[in-house]
């Protein structure tokens, strides 16, 4: 039986294995998903070994995500420009491909739960410079938006995507994050305030229209203080669970041979 799994560290918190387990469980496929801790002193050597003890490939997450790329023998002009992977294939050769399925799923989040939205109906705005923003900024580049504003606490960081991205993007300072909402199409707010034991996002909401979609890739709360308030002044909103759920797809596509579903079901598993 095939095996596949995530490599971090911690990794007691992922959620992956109940994801890709369920789908296993689901298409009656005999194959396993395991939670894989590794120190960052071990990475190479892990890598090594695995696709010799049966494994087909691996997700990786924090500490590993950026490592990844200089230990693969192919990677994604995406994967590259994000400067991260999440999704490890190994060939039957022993070769290992990397790729980055996190704007994949932020994306196909979108398209499912808010089906009219159009990336180019106006600018993006994204709050933090972080590496899940950057995979969020190719992702929106990718997709067709004109004007992608970007902020973040530390404003080097959104100056550094801006020299990576191009021209497209228009960073504002921190302060001004309120600001930079007006005629924004798309809101995302891709720091990790507003997760469960954080503070809570503040930016002012009254340049906001009520016709932006806006969404979240914190989903310890689904609803945050954020999307609540959102919410409240009439933005469509979409929570940052499904992003989760749609970026692990890919790999297990190319794992296990079967393109799997991400529907309500799929949310209940992961919420369990
Ligand atoms: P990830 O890979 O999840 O994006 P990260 O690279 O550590 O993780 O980025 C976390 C993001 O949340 C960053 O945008 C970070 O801002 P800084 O670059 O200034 O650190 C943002 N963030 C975290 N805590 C924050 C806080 N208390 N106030 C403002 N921004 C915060």
Known sequence: APLA?????P????????????WLRRYGINGH??????????LAEVLRILPRAGFVGVNVTIPHKEAVLALADAVTDRAALIGAANTLIFRPDGKIHADNTDGYG??????????????????????GAG????????????????????????RLRSEQIKSEFGARLVVYDWAQAGNML?????????????MTGKQPLRVPLDALSSDALV???????????FLTEAASRGCHVVDGLGMLLHQAAPGFERWF????????ETRRVVLE
């Open 5 to 9: 799994g995530v490599i971090g560290m």
């Open 11 to 22: 990794i007691a918190h992922s959620r992956s294995p109940q994801l890709h387990g369920h």
């Open 33 to 42: 998903y395991v939670p894989l801790p590794v120190m960052p002193e071990h």
């Open 106 to 127: 932020f994306i196909a989040n979108l398209r499912q739960h808010a089906p009219n939205w159009q990336p180019d109906a106006g600018p993006a705005a994204v709050i």
């Open 131 to 154: 590496g899940a923003a950057r995979a969020v900024v190719a992702a929106l580049l990718d997709s067709g938006v004109k004007e992608l504003r970007i902020t973040n606490r530390t």
């Open 182 to 194: 007006e005629d924004a199409a798309t809101v995302v707010n891709a720091t990790s305030l507003g």
């Open 215 to 225: 969404t979240d890739l914190v989903y310890t709360p689904l609803m945050t203080p």
């Open 257 to 264: 041979g079967r393109r799997p579903e991400v529907d309500a």
